[in-house]
């Protein structure tokens, strides 16, 4: 069951108390809630929390571009999972581990954490901000690196009682998928994933079994992607024929991502067509040769396609494209393609060119992918009549506009495989903008109409909140999983409790599974007796069934052995001891020997000889006096209630004793016959021993 309300003042101050049956699960957008940009998802159950991604607004700079972090508080955060390198899931990381409270754990892929610094160095050089609104600088990036931990796809972690592991999403290099897992109830964080393979990624994979929940983004909503064949055509056309008109091409992408693949494209479509070699291309990036290194450095990470390549030439060893570190050094003195970042244009090398470009009509600007709403390349999309420089003045755009979208974010008809094949019971869209989401979200009801699929589009710091029950389970494990118990068969063993797993095992086998050891107590007391070791076997033969007479084998002393459990030795005139190995049977029998044999030596020896003189009153006292003593050694609470009851109560269960009778009233069966059995035996115990007249 799940609803959605409005956010709580903060989820930092959230009552902890549940009032349905089950526990809550509460998974709150602090970023991409109906917007794409700065994703970072925020989920709490069981006492644990995650944090998903932790990315900026790239329409947006300093504080105004961060995830809402003030609804949460950091250090109450146990793993925070980045699922790729692009900036809008990566780039807040340095300032909320270096600025804010968190103190959990982080974990990438290599690939990722590869590409991260790369990235993310760059950020920092090319963002037109003050200084008062740079939100971290080289060093946070450098210090964040040392506490970024990496996993391997399908590898399994565990933190603090929670599990999780990832796989491929297609997308870009090192892009995961992380799959979490608390308490029996599995989260699907899907990031940014591509169904599609390309030319150098493998496709998404799917998970082989349903999680309870999946978190997925909705950048496309219900928009369809071209066939990859046609999409390429019209791409490598345009940059033809704007060439053959004298024109030159800017392609404004991200350093690491699409920038590879369309490379890719242009590299293979350059050597096919020798009238272009003299057209130069340039990958204009400050990153581009430390970016090439990383994706050399990972080709086992990518596709059968480029895989094979590699073997034989490296496909990233461009044949026809130069890379471009700066303005400065470029020649433009004809037709030429350039790749430049960032892909919003809002500012550094892409903006600088498009600025001394988009006056003339013979060149063009190629839009390779999704651009965020209020950046500069999704405003000119639309093709406005001016476009404001970055010096502040207008300039006419007659340079023309092409959209053609290589991005790897699924579409409609992948994210609804997809969800088809997984058959999540509840959908969480993030990453879309509202109007997409909307569309997509009904969409998806239609098709889900037939299951009761819950479908849930949250703003942000809107908390969705899911009830699940609980039902505990424990594994038998070594020696007592050899036999499969029968129906009703009880199976004795240590329970034994990690996070949110229960295991049954045998003490024997505790070391084995787990950290723990067994250790057995051995326990003595010597307690003060000179009278008869006759007279203390008496009275235990009249409590206990079983009460054996044993004589030491070395020191030839005396023993009992009561219940099996405790030894009674008698070591001098003036002394007993008893001997235990503890535990919970075993030292209330012990407890028990010691009451008797305390209150034999108060009372004094009871060896009279019966007459018809002695005063009935003093005795009945005296048994009073020992039954009652004896009653509270075995059950603890007994007071003198109404009619001159006893009232005996044990752990809320009450039972009443008439001493006249010996009936036993109590709700409580097992209780009224303990207490029944045990009034007997302490009468019979208590009788005065006669002695014979000879």
Same mark, same amino acid.
């Given at each position: 069951?799940?609803?959605?309300?409005?956010?709580?003042?903060?989820?930092?101050?959230?009552?902890?108390?549940?009032?349905?049956?089950?526990?809550?699960?509460?998974?709150?957008?602090? &970023?991409?809630?109906?917007?794409?940009?700065?994703?970072?998802?925020?989920?709490?159950?069981?006492? *644990?929390?995650?944090?998903?991604?932790?990315?900026?607004?790239?329409?947006?700079?300093?504080?105004?571009?961060? !995830?809402?972090?003030?609804?949460?508080?950091?250090?109450?955060?146990? =793993?925070?999972?980045?699922?790729?390198?692009?900036?809008?899931?990566?780039?807040?990381?340095?300032?909320?581990?270096?600025?804010?409270?968190?103190?959990?754990?982080?974990?990438?892929?290599?690939?990722?954490?590869?590409?991260?610094?790369?990235?993310?160095?760059?950020?920092?050089?090319?963002? +037109?901000?003050?200084?008062?609104? $740079?939100?971290?600088?080289?060093?946070?990036?450098?210090?964040?690196?040392?506490?970024?931990?990496?996993?391997?796809?399908?590898?399994?972690?565990?933190?603090?009682?929670?599990?999780?592991?990832?796989?491929?999403?297609?997308?870009?290099?090192?892009?995961?998928?992380?799959?979490?897992?608390?308490?029996?109830?599995? =989260?699907?964080?899907?990031?940014?994933?591509?169904?599609?393979?390309?030319?150098?990624?493998?496709?998404?994979?799917?998970?082989?079994?349903? !999680?309870?929940?999946?978190?997925?983004?909705?950048?496309?909503?219900?928009?369809?992607?071209?066939?990859?064949? =046609?999409?390429?055509?019209?791409?490598?056309?345009?940059?033809?024929?704007?060439?053959?008109?004298?024109?030159?091409?800017?392609?404004?992408?991200?350093?690491?991502?699409?920038?590879?693949?369309?490379?890719?494209?242009?590299?293979?479509?350059?050597?096919?067509?020798?009238?272009?070699?003299?057209?130069?291309?340039?990958?204009?990036?400050?990153?581009?040769?430390?970016? $090439?290194?990383?994706?050399?450095?990972?080709?086992?990470?990518?596709?059968?396609?480029?895989?094979?390549?590699?073997?034989?030439? @490296?496909?990233?060893?461009?044949?026809?494209?130069?890379?471009?570190?700066?303005?400065?050094?470029?020649?433009?003195?004809?037709?030429?393609?350039?790749? %430049?970042?960032? @892909?919003?244009?809002?500012?550094?090398?892409?903006?600088?060119?498009?600025?001394?470009?988009?006056?003339?009509? +013979? /060149?063009?600007?190629?839009?390779?992918?999704?651009?965020?709403?209020?950046?500069?390349?999704?405003?000119?999309?639309?093709?406005? *009549?001016?476009?404001?420089?970055?010096?502040?003045?207008?300039?006419?755009?007659?340079?023309?506009?092409?959209?053609?979208?290589?991005?790897?974010?699924?579409?409609?008809?992948?994210?609804?495989?997809?969800?088809?094949?997984?058959?999540?019971?509840?959908?969480?869209?993030?990453?879309?903008?509202?109007?997409?989401?909307?569309?997509? *979200?009904?969409?998806?009801?239609?098709?889900?109409?037939?299951?009761?699929?819950?479908?849930?589009?949250?703003?942000?710091?809107?908390?969705?909140?899911?009830?699940?029950?609980?039902?505990?389970?424990? +594994?038998?494990?070594?020696?007592?999983?050899?036999?499969?118990?029968?129906?009703?068969?009880?199976?004795?063993?240590?329970?034994?409790?990690?996070?949110?797993?229960?295991?049954?095992?045998?003490?024997?086998?505790?070391?084995?599974?787990?950290?723990?050891?067994? %250790?057995?107590? @051995?326990?003595?007391?010597?307690?003060?007796?000179?009278?008869?070791?006759?007279?203390?076997?008496?009275?235990?033969?009249?409590?206990?069934?079983?009460?054996?007479?044993?004589?030491?084998?070395?020191?030839?002393?005396?023993?009992?052995?009561?219940?099996?459990?405790?030894?009674?030795?008698?070591?001098?005139?003036?002394?007993?001891?008893?001997?235990?190995?503890?535990?919970?049977?075993?030292?209330?029998?012990?407890?028990?020997?010691?009451?008797?044999?305390?209150?034999?030596?108060?009372? &004094?020896?009871?060896?009279?000889?019966?007459?018809?003189?002695?005063?009935?009153?003093? @005795?009945?006292?005296?048994?009073?006096?020992?039954?009652?003593?004896?009653?509270?050694?075995?059950?603890?609470?007994?007071?003198?209630?109404?009619?001159?009851?006893?009232?005996?109560?044990?752990?809320?269960?009450?039972?009443?004793?008439?001493?006249?009778?010996?009936?036993?009233?109590?709700? /409580?069966?097992?209780?009224?016959?303990?207490?029944?059995?045990?009034?007997?035996?302490?009468?019979? %115990?208590?009788?005065?021993?006669?002695?014979?007249?000879?």
């Amino acid at each position: 069951m799940a609803s959605t309300g409005q956010p709580p003042s903060s989820l930092k101050r959230r009552d902890s108390s549940v009032t349905r049956e089950g526990d809550q699960l509460i998974i709150t957008p602090l &970023g991409a809630g109906n917007e794409v940009g700065r994703s970072c998802v925020y989920m709490s159950y069981k006492g *644990k929390t995650i944090l998903f991604d932790c990315g900026i607004h790239p329409a947006y700079s300093g504080m105004a571009a961060l !995830p809402y972090f003030d609804e949460i508080d950091p250090s109450s955060i146990d =793993v925070l999972l980045v699922t790729h390198f692009h900036l809008d899931h990566a780039a807040s990381l340095p300032y909320f581990l270096e600025k804010t409270t968190f103190k959990g754990r982080v974990f990438m892929t290599h690939a990722t954490k590869a590409i991260y610094k790369l990235l993310l160095s760059d950020y920092v050089k090319v963002s +037109k901000v003050s200084v008062e609104d $740079m939100l971290y600088d080289e060093q946070d990036i450098l210090r964040s690196m040392d506490k970024i931990e990496v996993i391997d796809f399908h590898q399994t972690v565990e933190v603090n009682g929670i599990r999780f592991w990832c796989y491929t999403a297609g997308h870009v290099l090192g892009a995961a998928m992380f799959m979490v897992d608390i308490a029996g109830v599995r =989260v699907l964080y899907t990031g940014d994933y591509s169904r599609e393979e390309d030319r150098h990624l493998r496709a998404a994979e799917l998970p082989q079994f349903s !999680p309870d929940i999946c978190i997925i983004e909705s950048t496309y909503g219900v928009q369809l992607h071209q066939p990859r064949h =046609v999409r390429e055509k019209r791409f490598t056309d345009v940059i033809h024929n704007t060439i053959s008109q004298g024109g030159r091409i800017l392609i404004p992408a991200f350093a690491l991502g699409r920038a590879q693949e369309l490379l890719l494209i242009l590299d293979e479509y350059w050597s096919n067509h020798p009238e272009l070699h003299n057209i130069p291309i340039y990958y204009a990036s400050p990153l581009a040769k430390r970016c $090439m290194a990383v994706y050399q450095t990972y080709i086992n990470a990518m596709n059968e396609r480029i895989r094979s390549q590699f073997a034989n030439s @490296n496909p990233f060893d461009f044949k026809h494209i130069s890379p471009l570190k700066s303005i400065e050094n470029f020649d433009d003195v004809g037709p030429s393609v350039v790749m %430049a970042s960032p @892909n919003g244009l809002q500012s550094g090398f892409s903006r600088q060119l498009f600025d001394k470009w988009c006056s003339d009509k +013979k /060149n063009a600007c190629v839009i390779p992918g999704y651009v965020v709403e209020g950046t500069l390349a999704k405003t000119i999309i639309n093709e406005p *009549k001016e476009v404001t420089l970055m010096n502040g003045l207008t300039a006419p755009l007659n340079m023309q506009v092409h959209y053609i979208s290589f991005s790897a974010h699924a579409d409609f008809a992948q994210t609804s495989t997809f969800l088809k094949e997984l058959m999540p019971p509840n959908i969480i869209l993030v990453h879309g903008e509202a109007n997409q989401m909307g569309r997509l *979200k009904q969409k998806l009801i239609t098709q889900f109409s037939d299951s009761n699929t819950k479908i849930i589009s949250p703003k942000n710091c809107q908390s969705v909140e899911m009830y699940f029950n609980s039902e505990k389970m424990a +594994k038998t494990i070594g020696r007592l999983a050899e036999k499969t118990p029968e129906i009703g068969e009880t199976v004795r063993g240590l329970l034994v409790k990690k996070g949110f797993t229960y295991q049954i095992m045998a003490p024997d086998d505790l070391h084995v599974f787990s950290q723990l050891s067994t %250790a057995n107590i @051995n326990q003595r007391i010597t307690i003060p007796y000179s009278g008869a070791f006759g007279v203390i076997k008496h009275r235990l033969k009249q409590i206990y069934e079983s009460v054996e007479s044993l004589v030491d084998e070395e020191t030839e002393i005396c023993t009992l052995r009561v219940h099996d459990k405790v030894t009674v030795k008698q070591d001098s005139d003036k002394h007993i001891s008893l001997h235990w190995t503890s535990d919970p049977i075993s030292d209330m029998v012990s407890d028990s020997i010691v009451s008797l044999v305390l209150n034999i030596s108060r009372e &004094g020896p009871k060896l009279v000889i019966e007459s018809e003189e002695m005063k009935s009153e003093e @005795n009945g006292k005296k048994v009073e006096k020992v039954i009652h003593a004896l009653l509270v050694s075995l059950f603890g609470v007994v007071k003198l209630g109404e009619n001159g009851k006893m009232v005996i109560s044990v752990d809320g269960d009450v039972a009443h004793l008439d001493k006249e009778t010996g009936d036993v009233d109590s709700e /409580n069966a097992s209780l009224k016959d303990r207490v029944k059995m045990a009034y007997r035996r302490i009468q019979s %115990a208590v009788k005065l021993i006669p002695l014979s007249e000879s």
